[in-house]
Every structure is written in C-alpha cells, then in structure tokens.
C-alpha cells in the first residue's frame, strides 16, 4: 500500500512503543500528573504596564513619577446626574462624601491620594487675608449648603472640568492605589461599594479607569476562557467523532490535548511566567493543533485497518507509525519554527512567552501523539467503523473524500487558473500591507455592550477625560520654580498643550498659585494670574500652609520645589488618536522648553501606550519575516532542498497576504492583540503544505513517476486527513470568534481567514503549481531507488536531527533572558568613581587559578589599557605558558551604555582574529572566577546598574592585617533583566571612607545565594595614583579561586594606540 | 643546498643575538583507525616544535619556528612522498620515511616609518571562516591528513614581503609579494588520505591505459609570483575587508589527453584572479561572519562520457563565486555554537562536471567549556548538500596543568564513495594526544 522507507530502525522504535504499551502509557501519565502538581503556582498578571518590558524608559520614569508624585494608573468613580442641579443635591454631595470615606478606608487604596469634592479645598480671600477650606467644609445637608458649594466651585477654573463638568451633570472620585498587581481585588471591592451606596434617584454611578481596566480585565478574562476552553473542546471532539465514528479516538484525542494545554500552563507556572492577558489564546490554539498529529495517525491506522481486518492491530499501529512520523515531525518543527519566531520578532514580553510556551506546547503534544497515542491504542485496539469497512471493501469513498477528490479535479484540470488566481491575492495582499493601520485602544479590549466600556464613554463625554498625561518639569536647584520665569515657561506649556487635539484639561501648580493670587487681591476675577515675583510666589506657598496643609500640592510640586508636574487630560484613548499629540508635545518642549536650567519630559498612561505601539507595526513585520525564514530553513532542511522550503511557505504567504486584504477591508487594526497572528498562522498554516508535500513524494515513487496519477492519489487520503486536521484547527479558532473580549475576536477572525486559505492553496495552488513545474524535490526520491543506500537512515537522522538542533538551540535560546538615592549615596558613589586611575596604564598580570582541589593553574600576560574619547580600550597579550602563549585579547568599550562594545580574540593556533560577541557581561572572563562586567568596571560603580544604598559605618580589618575605616554599602540589580544578565542578585561591599576604594565584596547568585568574595589587597600609589595590585576572587560554589596580581604597573610611559590594533593582536604586542 | 645554507646562518645568528625568548611544545598524538570492522593504529606521531623569538635591534624583531615531525607507522604518507609541491627554496631540511625536520617559519618584524613590514617564511590568513577556505588562500595546505590538522600546523608558510600601512585611525592596507613557488601538497599513493573521489582525480577506466603523469611546475620568482592586496576597515562596528589576489592556484590542473586508448596526465598550475571581500560584526549574543570571493579562473574535472572531453582536455574552465555566510551565538554561558554555509557557484557550467554547479557545504561547530575552562568540548560537523557527505569530528581536551594538555577526539566520514567526504568513509578513527609546553 505504502512504501516504507528503511524499516529497520524506526520500525524498531514502533515495535518498541507499540510492544509495551502498558509501561508506556503509565509513564505517560505519571509525568503528565506530576508536571499537573506545579499548576497551582500560576499566577495572572492583566496590568497594561505587563506588556512592556520592565526596563522600558517609558515604564521605569513612570515608576519615577509615581514615586515623586505618588500618581500612577488610579480607579475612577463617576457621579452622573441628569436632573436640573446635576450633583449639586444634597442626595448626590452625601453620596460622594460617603464613598470617599469608605474608599479612602480601602487597603490597597492611598488615602493620601484620593480626589473628589469631599477632599479637595477652596482658596477664597477675606479680609484677613487667604482662606483655605474644604469645599465640603459645611456638611451638605440642605439645597442651600449644596448651592453654595456649586457656587464656590464653579469659581475655581481649576476644577471646572477635571473635578466638575461644565454642565454640573458629573463629578468624579479619584483613588489611587498602591500595588497594582491587586486591581482585581480593589476592583471588585470598590464593586461591593457601589452595590451598597446610598444613591439618590437620579444617580448613576459607573467605574471607569486603568485601575479599574486591569481589575476587571482579569476576571473578564476568566469568565471567557471558562466558555470558550470547553466550547473548543467539544466541538474537536464532535469532529473527531464525526471523522472515525468511534469512541476512543475522541477520548485520546482529548488526552492529548490535556497533555498539551495543561503541561504547558505547568511549564509556565515553574518557570515563573505568568498568565497575560493573551495567554488566554494559547488554549484554544493548542487545543488544534495537538489534535492534528493525532488525527492523521488514527486516519491512516482506521484506513490499514478497514482495508485489513484480518491483520494484527499491533502490527497495523507499527506500520501506521512509520508511515507517519515523518510527516508529523516535519509539521511539529515547522510549527515550533513559527513560533519561535515570535518570540524573536516580538518586544512585549507577554507575546515572546507566547511564542516560547506554544512552541513548547506543539512538542508536548508531537511527543504524546508519537508515544501515548500508538500505546494506548495498542491497548485498546480500536476496529474501524462499519462505514469505513463496507467502504473500503466496496473500494469506495466517504462523502468527505468525494469532496476533496473533487476539489482535486477542478485544480489538476484548471492548473493554470488556480495559480492564477493565487497570484492575484498575493499582488492584492502586498498592495494591502502597505495601507494597514496600526492601533490600539485599551477600553476596545471591551465589548461596547460591558459596563467599563459605557462608564469610560460617559466620564469622557462629561468630563475631560480619564486618559492621562503626564509632563515632569524638573529645574537644576531647589526652589527654582519660585522663579517667574519658570513658571511662565510652565504656564507656555499648559496653554499651549490645551490646543492640541483631544487635550481637554491641563492642571499644574500654575492654577492653585492663580486662585491664591486672585483670592487675595479681593476674589476678583481680572487677578486670575500669575504673579511676577519670586518672593511673592515664595509667600503664598507659606500662607497656603499656614492655613491648610502643605502636603495638598504633593500631586503638582515636589518638597523642594525642584520638580513639578502638569497633569493633561485626554478624552480619547487610542494610538492614533493620541499619536500626533504626544509627537508635537515632544517637539515643543525640544524646541521652545528645555534649557539648561529647565527640562519636560513626557509621562502617564498615554506616553506609555505611545511608546508601547509605536513598535507593533515594525514588531509584526519583523515577525512575518522571522518566521517565514525559519519555516524556510526547517522545511528546506528536512526535505533537503530549498525549492522545497519555498513551495511549502507559499500557501502560508498567500493566506497571510489575504488577510491583510482582509483586515484593510474589514477596518481591523494592527494592534497589540491582532500583530501576532502572522506567527500563528505560519505555525499552523505550514501544516498543511509540508504534508502535501511529503505525500507527493510518497506518492509519486508510489506510481512510478505517473504525474497525474501520483496527484491524483493526493486527495482521497491525505486530503481527506488534512480536511479534518483542518476542520479541527479552523473551529477551534472560529471559537475565539464568539469571545467577548473584543481583541481575541479580531484576532480569531482574521487566523480562522488564514488557516481557511492555507487550506485551499495547500490543497489547489500547491499541487497545480507542482503539476506545471515537476520539481526534482518531488521526483528525486524515485529516481534515486536505486541500491538503498545502507546510510539513508544516517542520512535522514542526520538531516532531521540538524533541524531538531536548529529548532531545539533556538528554543533554548528563547529559554535563556536605577533608584532616587539620597544625596548621601549619591556622593560616595561619585566619590569612588572619581578615584583617578590614569589616562593609560602598561602593566603585567599574572593570573593563578587554583580549584578546590588545590590545583594551579598559572598564566602571564601583559595588559594595556587607554582612555579615548568615550571609549576605553584594553588589549591583553598572553605570554606564559607556552600552549596560551600569543593569544590576545582586545576590547573597545564604549560610555554610552546602549551602544554595544566591541570584542576580539586572536588564537595562534588559527592565526586569525576573530571578532566575538560583547554581550554576556555575566560571562566569566577566560576561565576565571571574575565577569566580562567585573573586569571591565575596574573597581567602580555601575549606576545605571544597580541602586545603592549605604548601610552603616563598619572597620574592616583582612585577614592578612590590613584595617581601614569603611563604609558597609548594598548595590541592587535595578531590574530582574540586569540581574540576569550580571548574573548577581546583589552585592554588599566595603569602601575605604578615606580613599574611596573598595576593599571588599560579597556576592550573592540568582537564587541570592552567596556566590563569591573579592578581596584587594596591595594598594599602594604608582606615580601618584592609587593602585590596586592584588585581586583575589573566591567562588563559593565551586570552591575555585582566582588571583590576579599587577605588577611592573607603568603610568608615565605613552601607550601607543598602534598597540589596540588587530595587527598588534598578531604579532603579539 | 640552499636549506643547508639557511640553518648555517641560523645557527649563527641563534649565538649572537641580544634579547632571546626560547620556547618549544612537544606533541605527542596517537590515532587507531576503527572503520570497516578492522581495527588497527593509524599513526604514532610526535611533533617536537620550538620556537624562539629575539629582538635583533630595538626595531627588529626576529622568530624563527622549527618542526620535527615523527611517525612510526608512516601510514600517512612519508614514503612515497614526492615533495615536488614544495619549490627549492621551501619543503624539509631531512628526507627519511619516518621523520621530517623543517623550518615552519621565519620571519623578521620591523616598522620603517609607520609601515609594518614582515620578511620571511610565514603564514598569512585572509578571511573569516573557519574550518573551510574561501579567501584564505595566501598559503597552500598540506592535505596529509585532509582537513583533520589544525590549519596552523597544516598551512604550508612561505616565503614572502609582507607590508602593512595603517590609514588613518582603523583602516590599514596589506600588501603582500610571494616569491615562494610552493604549492598544496597532496597526499601520496597508497597513503591514508589520498584522494579518491572523481572531483579531484581523474578515475581509471577499463581499456585505457595511463602512460604517465607529468608535471609542469612555475619556476620565474618574478614572472611566476603572487601578488595580493587587501584593504582592512573597521566601521560602524563592522570589521571589513577588501582582497585582490593575482596568483597560481595551489592545485595543479590535471590536463588528460587521450590518443587512441592511452592516457597522459599533464598536471600543470594555472594562474586565477581572486577577488573577495569579507565582513563581521557583534550582535548581542551573535556574531555575523561573511565572506564572498569571486575567482576568474577555476577548473574542474571532466567526465569522461563529455562529448567536450577531447576537445577541453578532460577539464573544463569556468568562474567562480564562493562565499560563507557565519553565525555564531554565544547565548550560553561558557558555551559557543557556530554555524556556517559554505556555496561555490560555477558561472559557466556543462552537465559533464563532475562537480555540481552550485555546491553546498553547512558546517556546525559547537563548543563548549567547564569547570573554569579546564575542559573542554569541540564537536565540528560538515554536510554537503549535494552528495549529502558528512564529515564529523568531536575533540574533548582536559589541561592537566598550565602546561600540559590531554585530549581524546573521533573523526568519522560519511557519505558515497565519490563524493568529497565520503571518499574517507572507511577511514574513521580515534585519537589520543598529550601536548606539553615547555
């Protein structure tokens, strides 16, 4: 029936899975459950912030301000009232009242950071002079109170629009809260407050906000995938019934994707990754995929087996095996291949853990269909239905085969229309793919129809908007903003950012210095501005806080009066809406703000998502490419030709092409949620064009080189099998479809389009195209029949295990990836780094390394080090012994920390210099016990680095007699990613107070476990500067000491820059 | 005569020098071949190499590097060794089966006014890719062992002026005159590594009858010399070259001439126009290495069935572009993995070569260290797409202590018998060595 190829060997394995089924099928589950246990420790993470990559400048000033400011991402309550007074009833002022008492009452609420009319003051003037009170001074009990309060607020510009709306219709309540990892929690609390508050007839309360956003994002997250999981799953089952008939299929097929989904979310849970919001899409997409490889072995295995019932079970599962390892491996790697790309294209760190962990899923799921699967059907024996016998007897087909092998007609007799055809989408894909629009709104990732999205549309109809903006003005002393200048240019800004587009409020301490202004020269309105003297402004700040409480600017102005804020409002939320405001903030500030004296910068929620978007577009096209070119490379690779790989990413790029026909045509936008479909749908889409392709072959030596024959057979089996593969995978996403989270459903739309178009060209362009062209990848394996060549396994193993390190290194790779201190800190710090060590410097090293065995090893080698314009370089010539003698080690390291510095390695046993990646700071350096970082840093601080703080004064005495009057100070990795990379948890370290050295470090590993010490010793002054002449570095992990010793240490003779050359590297100095 | 005359004056010179730094390793590898259900050793070699450098004045810098190659079982090749790719002024000192005494290199090193000049026998090395040759041509190779020596003990030095003058902060200009007429040297008849397969060497058939090989070698040290040129860059991080050589390519071009049924071989040296460049650069945890070379005058092997056979004298000219195209990743602690794709394109082609138009080699070479480098793993693997060949060899070294080195290491062939790595299939083998500096 089918030829097989080299029985031997894979037939070997078969028998093996097939032959102990018992052992195998326990081993199976046992590894299943026990991977299960680690499911509890996942955890969801649904903050906007999540998808930017934790040191984002965007995201770390954003930390800055919240910090300073105290003002991040906060819950809003609105108060609408349509009657005639608006709010300003007495029902409504209680209302509010009472919900700031008990919000502020909240755990994770900072009470010093709730806004609303119950909290916020009036500045009025009396004959005394200024008057501070709260608005809500008098309880608002009766009509009178509440008009009078209308009546004050209403004379304040301040609030008119930001607190209030014009219309009186709207006010709101402004939490702030402090961890936002807990919204959801928040959320549903701020929920049960409002369920109990005493509202009045006319009242409507909505909750709006990113606070609210992130809370609510996680349940609504939950509420889906609790419907749509078990919604995709019954319909694979149904089909999978559907296909087969029978019961057992269904019930494995469901194992598996069990196996799959469960093991993966496992994965996830250990390695600390947890659930995004978009993880929510992995399920369902696993859910199809692992369904796949097990489809096609239960097609080929009911079709053995219909056609011989008379057959061992267990030899049929053997030979359906062998049939199809191949082509499910090919599809498995090609999908991982896809995934993988993503993760290399993606910059959000939710969509590179997507990738990774799909990928790891797709192997999960290759690995229970290869093993389970054969095992338990070895148990079970499963006879094909009645309808497949009679049908196999009769010699023939089922309805779904009819089907294919009809749409196979129409194509072998239309060839050149098809093609034609699918030329067409593609030239209207890449016409397309230049007018697609990206962007983003975050309120979208609701339904219109939820109670967040119509909150968030009221309070920005009302109100000025609950979309952020943030800009920090920072001056260079304290108290520079008392002067008039400042303020101005402050005032320039507000003014001039109220005419940008979707601008609607913009408050600074600019306003509350007005109204202090206005109140004390009689409450007249002409006096509404800014007075132009310093010691002016100085006074009313005092006055203000002899009646009130000087903490009430803490949102607007700094302690020192050094850094102040203008809080901008913005009633739309989108990308694009927001894109040019933001652009031509930055640009005014550029050009007409900064001076030395006085710099803007942007922040809030709108600069963040700015910056967060601005990508997607470049992200997803990098994607398309990266992973199209690794489908390339697997697919070329496996079938040992690269017309081969091409012709298998064709149906793919024709069905990605169309989308973008698609979504220019459907208005959907490129955002956060829709970008990453290209990856997807290459993953799965490839599927289908690696088993036509595979089945050619087969088919083709099968029919001894008959064209029409071998395409002809294409359809009934194979294409029967991918039919059903592709039912699984296009419902299971059509699911998605119904999902109320509106991203997901776009997203679902437009990979149901591509998997659907993948389908048809794998199954009418491909095959036409192949008929016209007869490419040799096709026909070379018949012509070759000749003499089986004994080494064909070894060939095949070798070319399918080169894919497997491909994928596998590539998946491994995937696997791999600053604080306000007190001024204090800030002294010492600079006070080490200041410590002089020469323009340039000739010197020998003598490096002894010594394991815990006690055995050393030593090496000489002499060292130049000089400093350039922002650069420094460093060559390293080795001397002794002998087998290192004349390698030679260059370095350029640069200032700027971003731009990457450059490395090279000459090797006398090559006699080439060979330029090597600088990247791995972490690294040890040539087989010793200090990093690339530590040498490179010489003994001073990295602060862009690390955060430092000092802990106590502490003498230090070693242990070979030396004492110094140090100062105990901690250096913390700033972010989790420069941990990693320096391979440090933290350090602790002693400073000599009186010349700034460092005399003594701890370290502590990953996992803050102590990890080494270096001591320096020998610091005496070579021509007038202080030298370090012993380094001794001990790893307590491995009991491996290294020490350094510098001598002959030369700082007066010139080092000639001839000497960091490569040549220099090659003729030894 | 002449090589009897230069380690007089060696000698002398050794005694009357000023500043002297002596150095030598002693290798010591043995090799058992265990393909084909045979097992039996291969060679017993020990390689004795000083080397010593001195400083003849404050600008002159002398090295001079020495070899005494020792191998008791001469499988690879002493015996019958012709030495005729080496030119008068190059080759051994001794002939003998079992031994080989030379002087590797010699060199002196002096900087006249911002110019670097090397004189002597060395080695020069252009180009970025490792384990295969694209622009890495100065020198010929000896294939003794094929490809399996380290390149610096296999790269045959020569004679020659090399002279380098930096421009400007990180350019520099290389130009080097290779009076030395020395070419590859081949593995003899009847020796381990000689070559079989049909795309370096003419196949026997039944009926005719070979009637000798002759050789024509280059003798003018000025007509026949080499000349190469290369500009070096270093720019926006990314280290270039451009390479221009004029040169005789170091295989000899085996001219078949049938009359009647009798064959004569006339093995003659062709001259080609070599013009490369190559570029790298550090990306994160990656470094890009490339290289492209396009030569004017390349020739290969006829099939005999050609109906051009006669007429083209069994060979068959054409251009030629080759490149490698390098990635290497260093993600990993302590760990590098390196992939490379070779491709040589004929431009000019006839169905009748015996090499394929388009030949592709991948080669994958991973390395990785432990405990603070005292061990250390090296696996290269070499693929040829078209025959689908492969080459394999996996090395484990241990430093035993600063100066002594151990290592074991396995080399296996595979693919058909004609194809460029498959032709050494029955040659797979083990190796021990111990290499002690001193």
Redesign the interface.
Known sequence: MKTIENPSRVQQLARLVVHYPKINVLISLVVMIALLSALPLLYKDTRADAFLAADNPALVYQNVVKEQFGLSDPIVIAIINDSEKGVFNPTSLQLIDWLTEEISALDNINAQRVTSLATENNITGSDEGMQVDPFFDEYPDTQHIADKIWRQVSDFPLYMGSLIAEDKKATVIVAELNDKGLAEITYQQVLQLVENAPIGQNDTLYIAGEGAISGYLGSYIDADAQRLNPLAGLIITIIVLFAFRRFSPALLANIIIAASVLMTLAVMALFDVPFFVITNAMPVILIGISVADSMHIFSDYFERQANNPEQDKKEIIVETLVTMWRPITLTTLTTIAGFIGLYFSAYMPPFKFFGLFTAIGVAIAWIYSLIFLPAAMSIIQPNASKRMVKLAQSDELDTFAKIMVFLGNITMNNARKVIVFFVLIILSGFYSATHLSVNENRIETFHPSEPLFKADQAINQHLNGTNNLNIIIEANESEALFTTENLTQIEALQTYALTLENVKGATSIVDYLKQIHRSLNGGDKQFYWLPKNKELIAQYFLIYSASSDPTDFEEEIDYDYRIANIRLSLNKGSYQDNKDTVEKLNSYIEDNFNSANLTATLSGRVNVNYHWIEGVGESHFLGLGISLFLVLAVSALLFGSLTAGLFAILPVLSSILLVYAAMVLLKINLGVGTSMFASVAIGLGVDFSIHTIDRLRTSFKDNFGNWDQALADLYPLTGRALFFNYLAIALGFGVLISSKVVPLTNFGTIVFISVTTSFFASMSFLPALIKLTKPKFITDDYLNTQGAPRYSFARKAARLASAFIVVGVLSVVAFGKAALASPDVLTVVDNINKVDDGDFVTRKLTMTLVDKRGKTRVRETQAYRKYYDGEKRTVLFYKKPTNVKGTAFLTFDYEPVEKEDNQWLYLPALRKVRRISASDRGDYFLGTDFTYEDIKQEGKLALQDYDYSIIRFEPLTLENGDHYDAILMKGVPKTKAIAKELGYARNEFWVDSKTWVIIKVNYWDLKDKPLKTLIVTDIRKVDDILTRHNLAATNHKTGHKTTFVFSDVDYKTQVKDKLFTQRAMKLGK | MIKSLLSASLITLMSSSIHAEL???WEQEFALSVSGGDTHAQKLESIFQPEWNTSLTDNIDMTVIGRMLLDAYDNLGFENASFDNFSDINGTITQSKHADISIREWYV?TEISNT?WRIGKQ?V?W??A?GLKVLDVVNPQSYREFILD???DS?IPLWMLNV?V?IG?ND?VQFLWIADLTYNELATQGSVYELSSPLFIPQSTDGIKLLGINQHRPSSAIKDADIGIRY?KFYA?W?LTFNYMYHYQDNPVMYQTLVENNLTINAQFERNNLLGASA????????L?TEIAYSSDTYHLLDKSSAVFIQKQGIHQSDDVSSVLGL???????TM?SIQWFQSSLFNYEPSVIRPQHNHI?S?LYKQ?F????WELEILAL?G?DK?D?ALQIHLSY?L???I?LWVGTDVF???EKSLFGQFNQTDRLTLGL?W??
Do not use: H
């Not at chain 2, 405990?371 to 005292?374: A, D, K, L, V």
């Open positions: 150095s030598a390793t090193d670097f080695q090395v180009g970025q490792d380290d390149f610096a790269r380098e930096p902060d520099s070096s991080g280290d790298s650069k550090a990306f994160g945890d990656f470094t290495r290497d990743w260093q993600g990993l602690e302590n993995l991948l994958g260290s405990e603070n480098e005292t693929y797409l689908r492969t430093m202590e600063s100066n080195k595979s693919g058909p290499e500096g001193f």
